[in-house]
């Protein structure tokens, strides 16, 4: 069985490999085998890919992820407030582009 800090070092690799995820400001933690990240990624989709890759490694035996997106601009919006604006405004018909209104950007 691992040690925490051997998982720790594990769970990093993995996060580096994944090219889906940008891990330079995710932070970990490992207690009794679960892995908490922390820390923020741009997109929802970072956040799922950096989960996933977590997931992968022999020994997690769970995950507490916490990363919150920021927007660009510097303003930060929790993980589940993120993700209920994306939902909503996916869930409209006919819906091509999700734009947040606080960024120039789009998804």
Known sequence: MKTD???QG???A???REPK???ENIQTA?????VTLSGHVSTYAQKLSAECAVARVAGV???????????LGGNVRSHAERENMEMAAWA????ARVTDPTSSTST
Do not use: F
């Not at 035996?61 to 927007?71: G, M, T």
């Open 5 to 7: 800090l051997e998982l």
């Open 10 to 12: 594990d769970v990093l």
């Open 14 to 16: 993995e996060l580096r």
């Open 21 to 23: 995820v940008d891990g």
């Open 30 to 34: 490992v207690h009794d085998g679960v």
């Open 61 to 71: 035996k769970a995950i507490a992820n916490d990363l919150d997106l920021e927007i």
């Open 92 to 95: 409209a018909p006919g819906m």
